[in-house]
């Protein structure tokens, strides 16, 4: 599961969280929007999905076959207003969940 960065509309980035080192406290960077070598462009799929969370959408499925993917509406319940100065329900960002093709026994 990786975070995606709604990156106040500026070009949007994902949280690569594998290249994050915990200990150095980098999920924590000096503003939002700042680049990092651990952040990802989206792909087209991911860019598509998140135009729908945009427009209102709670849960995208995204891509073909294998590449599915689903994309979800991250909103700001009550206990996140005390932090992040928005209204409640507020976009804050999206997590991204690449499903992966089980085997059937
Ligand atoms: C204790 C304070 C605090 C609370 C409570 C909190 N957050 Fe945050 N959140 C932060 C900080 C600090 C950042 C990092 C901001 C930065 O990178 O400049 C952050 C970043 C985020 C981001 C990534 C933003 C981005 O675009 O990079 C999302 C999404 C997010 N929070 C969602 C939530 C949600 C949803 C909740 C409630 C369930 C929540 N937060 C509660 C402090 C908080």
Redo the contacts with the bound molecule.
């Keep these: 599961m990786q ?1 995606i ?3 106040d509309g500026k070009a949007p980035f994902i949280y690569e969280l594998s290249h994050i080192d915990a200990s150095k406290d980098q999920l ?5 929007g700042v680049e990092r070598p651990w952040h990802r462009r989206l792909g087209p799929i991911e860019a598509d999905a998140l135009k729908e969370i945009l427009a209102g959408k709670e849960v995208v499925l995204a891509g073909k076959g294998t590449g599915r993917e689903l994309i979800g509406a ?4 009550a ?2 207003i ?3 100065q928005v209204a409640q329900d507020t976009l ?2 999206a997590f991204r969940y690449p499903l992966a093709e089980v085997p059937r026994e």
Excluded: E, M, Q, T
């Design positions: 975070l960065s709604l990156n924590h960077p000096k503003g939002i991250v909103r700001a319940a206990s996140c005390k932090c992040h804050l960002g």
